[in-house]
């Protein structure tokens, strides 16, 4: 599967962003997704996913309620509905395959794309 992330940009606090995933390869019905986030110097962080036929999602803590994970599985497209963005937001963002999901958590991360950067300024 290749998974490409895309629609990262420059936005003000309290604005908003939607970011997209583009999935070509495998079915993309076939597996569940999601988001993770890196800024510099810290590390990897996961942010949100969603199962394969998006009836259940899950958040990190920190974008619970910002943040709106969910897929087109039509389009083969993947999304990050990013609402109230914080500074804190800014970092490089990516899309990912996860093989599993258990007890509402995506699990078993294996594919990634390149990642998107989103800045949010002060």
């Known amino acids: 599967v290749q998974l490409q992330a895309s629609g990262g940009g420059l936005v003000q606090a309290g604005g908003s962003l939607r970011l997209s995933c583009a999935a070509s390869?495998?079915?993309?019905?076939?597996?569940?997704m999601g988001w993770f986030r890196q800024a510099p110097g810290k590390e990897r962080e996961f942010v949100a996913a969603i199962t394969w036929n998006g009836a259940s999602t899950s958040y990190a803590d920190s974008v619970q309620g910002r943040f709106t994970i969910s897929r087109n599985n039509a389009k083969t497209t993947g999304y990050l509905q990013m609402n109230s963005l914080k500074p804190e937001d800014t970092a490089l963002y990516y899309c990912?395959?996860?093989?599993?999901?258990?007890?509402?958590?995506?699990?078993?991360?294996?594919?990634w794309g390149k990642g998107t950067q989103l800045t949010v300024s002060s």
């Open positions: 390869g495998r079915t993309f019905r076939d597996y569940n």
């Open positions: 990912a395959r996860y093989g599993g999901w258990y007890q509402g958590r995506a699990y078993g991360m294996d594919s």
